[in-house]
């Protein structure tokens, strides 16, 4: 084999001779070897910054991605994390609290016997708390319209005793004892509902409500928005709280003297027993407030229920034998929440109402004679019981409404020109016929809500309100002459 030095290939064809470097003309050893360097150097430090940039840029939008994941429901599974994550397993803590369930390890329905002793000691306290606040507040004449009252509002002697006697004014029974019963059998009958009658109704109605807003496709009822309802609700009743211990702090500052029926205390138990007193009457208000709020959760749930199938029922996303299910469900759980859920909510309404009215009147008869403190307290505290007292009233009527709603289905299922054509006659009838036939009415101590009937008694408390106003002061002024 020999070497082919001729410039040409074996074939016959000419190599291409390698052609000379170009050069500019400029050494490459010169100065502006450097300054290329340079300028390469520049570029590769540009590229890396650019880099780390987008790295950065991507790691950002990988968190806000996973935190978009773990927020955003996807599916039924995803839907379902999210309603115990944000809202079934607070609000059962809550209730722990307030020992309504049990405190510790509220989720689970089998506890160690630990737990179980822990649980039941902790509701033994919680029920002395309460029945030393009912008794505390009877022997120092704490009322919950008028704070400290005593009759011909200042102190007795006792005779032949250098101490004071406090006096209350007003028929006990009627201001202390039958206010206590109805509270502490309110809070007696939602504990027996939420311990012993392994009630689930909530998590079933929670569960069925954040599916129906996967399956709809309307962004007005996506779960955030019903989260963020829930979330004000709640924040709603802890400022109620806060402002009605603050009114009582402030009645109870500025008291001239706080007697307890002329029991003999020195200074430390006395004060020992204003704290107890400030303490178990705030936990009353705040039981009180957490069993409205539980009735409000379940008319706000029912109503979103209730506007979503028909949402569903309009878009034609779901069969008319699934909406006769799903009727049928709510059915149920209306029947829940008037016949279990309302009767403990009856005594308290009815304990809101009257110190509202009692407040009001205390102020309209006497409030020119109260000092400033005393008067402000006494006109937020009219205010907060009446808003107590509205609020759940005012969610039940509009349940009722959207109870309507579903009634007029099935006709809007039979007159639409459109979605329905491929349903037979005979089928789109009896779908007419079932919910024509429903009965769902929204009951508060057997008696129906509605707007027609909140508004006739509206009218009549306020026409009795001006009569027993000109009557009164008529009185007033015939008596003064």
Same mark, same amino acid.
């Given at each position: 084999?020999?070497?082919?030095t001729s410039g040409?290939?074996?074939d016959?064809?000419?190599v291409?001779?390698?052609?000379?470097?170009?050069?500019?003309?400029k050494?490459?050893?010169?100065?502006?070897?450097?300054?290329?360097?340079?300028?390469?150097?520049?570029?590769?430090?540009?590229?890396?910054?650019?880099?780390?940039?987008?790295?950065?840029?991507?790691?950002?939008e990988?968190?806000?991605?996973?935190?978009?994941a773990?927020? !955003?429901?996807?599916?039924?599974?995803?839907a379902?994390?999210?309603?115990?994550?944000r809202i079934?397993?607070?609000?059962l803590?809550?209730?722990?609290?307030?020992?309504l369930?049990?405190?510790?390890n509220?989720?689970?329905?089998?506890?160690?016997?630990?737990?179980?002793?822990?649980?039941r000691?902790?509701?033994?306290?919680?029920?002395?708390?309460l029945?030393?606040g009912?008794?505390?507040q009877?022997?120092?004449?704490?009322?919950?319209?008028?704070?400290f009252?005593?009759?011909n509002?200042?102190?007795?002697?006792?005779p032949?005793?250098?101490?004071?006697?406090s006096?209350?004014?007003?028929?006990?029974?009627?201001?202390?004892?039958?206010?206590?019963?109805f509270?502490?059998?309110?809070?007696?009958?939602?504990?027996?509902?939420?311990?012993?009658?392994?009630?689930?109704q909530?998590?079933n109605?929670?569960?069925?409500?954040?599916?129906?807003?996967?399956?709809?496709?309307?962004?007005?009822?996506?779960?955030?928005k019903?989260?963020?309802?829930?979330?004000h609700?709640?924040?709603?009743?802890?400022?109620?709280?806060?402002?009605?211990?603050?009114?009582?702090?402030?009645?109870?500052?500025?008291? =001239?003297?706080i007697?307890?029926?002329?029991?003999?205390?020195?200074?430390?138990?006395?004060g020992v027993?204003?704290?107890?007193?400030?303490?178990?009457t705030?936990?009353?208000?705040?039981?009180?407030v957490?069993?409205?709020?539980?009735?409000?959760?379940?008319?706000?749930?029912?109503?979103?229920?209730?506007?979503?199938?028909?949402?569903?029922?309009?878009?034609?996303?779901?069969?008319?034998?699934?909406?006769?299910? !799903?009727?049928g !469900?709510?059915?149920?759980?209306i029947?829940?929440?008037?016949?279990?859920?309302?009767?403990?909510?009856? =005594?308290?309404?009815?304990?809101?109402?009257?110190?509202?009215v009692?407040?009001i009147?205390?102020?309209?008869?006497?409030?020119?004679?109260?000092?400033?403190?005393?008067?402000?307290?006494?006109?937020?505290?009219?205010?907060?019981?009446?808003?107590l007292?509205?609020?759940?009233?005012?969610?039940a009527?509009?349940?009722?409404?959207?109870c309507?709603?579903?009634? !007029?289905?099935?006709?809007?299922?039979?007159?639409?020109p459109?979605?329905?054509?491929?349903?037979?006659?005979?089928?789109?009838?009896?779908?007419?016929?079932?919910?024509?036939?429903?009965?769902?009415?929204v009951r508060?101590?057997k008696?129906?809500?509605?707007?027609p009937?909140?508004?006739?008694?509206?009218?009549?408390?306020?026409?009795?309100?001006?009569m027993?106003?000109f009557?009164?002061?008529?009185f007033?002024?015939t008596?003064?002459v």
């Open positions: 084999m020999s070497l082919n040409s290939s074996d016959g064809n000419p291409p001779e390698p052609r000379p470097e170009v050069s500019d003309g050494d490459p050893g010169d100065s502006s070897a450097g300054s290329s360097n340079n300028s390469a150097e520049q570029r590769i430090a540009e590229v890396s910054i650019t880099t780390a940039e987008m790295i950065t840029v991507s790691a950002n990988l968190n806000q991605m996973r935190e978009f773990m927020d !955003e429901p996807t599916g039924v599974s995803g379902l994390r999210y309603c115990k994550r079934l397993f607070p609000y803590r809550l209730l722990g609290v307030m020992g369930k049990p405190t510790l509220p989720e689970s329905t089998e506890n160690g016997l630990c737990l179980i002793i822990l649980n000691v902790y509701f033994l306290l919680v029920v002395l708390l029945l030393a009912y008794v505390l009877y022997l120092s004449c704490f009322r919950r319209d008028r704070g009252l005593y009759k509002e200042n102190l007795e002697r006792v032949n005793d250098n101490q004071f006697r006096i209350c004014s007003g028929n006990p029974i009627l201001i202390h004892v039958l206010p206590s019963v509270h502490i059998t309110s809070f007696l009958y939602m504990v027996y509902l939420y311990r012993f009658n392994d009630d689930e909530l998590q109605l929670m569960e069925r409500v954040f599916i129906q807003a996967t399956h709809s496709h309307s962004q007005f009822y996506s779960q955030k019903l989260l963020r309802t829930l979330q609700l709640v924040m709603s009743s802890l400022v109620w709280i806060i402002t009605s211990t603050t009114c009582q702090l402030v009645q109870i500052w500025s008291a =001239p003297h007697s307890f029926s002329n029991l003999p205390f020195s200074e430390d138990i006395q027993l204003i704290g107890t007193l400030a303490l178990s705030t936990w009353q208000d705040s039981i009180q957490t069993v409205i709020i539980s009735y409000c959760i379940h008319c706000i749930l029912l109503s979103t229920y209730l506007e979503l199938l028909n949402a569903r029922v309009q878009q034609n996303t779901i069969s008319l034998s699934e909406c006769i299910k !799903e009727i !469900e709510l059915k149920k759980l029947s829940y929440l008037s016949d279990d859920l309302s009767p403990c909510l009856g =005594p308290l309404l009815i304990l809101d109402a009257a110190t509202a009692s407040s009147t205390f102020l309209a008869l006497k409030g020119s004679h109260l000092h400033m403190y005393d008067f402000i307290s006494l006109v937020i505290v009219a205010t907060l019981w009446l808003l007292f509205i609020f759940p009233i005012t969610q009527a509009t349940l009722s409404a959207s309507k709603q579903v009634l !007029e289905i099935g006709h809007l299922v039979r007159l639409r459109f979605g329905y054509q491929d349903i037979p006659q005979t089928d789109l009838d009896s779908f007419l016929l079932f919910v024509s036939t429903l009965r769902m009415d508060i101590l008696m129906p809500i509605s707007t009937i909140i508004a006739c008694s509206f009218s009549l408390i306020m026409f009795t309100t001006l027993w106003g009557f009164m002061s008529s007033l002024a008596k003064s």
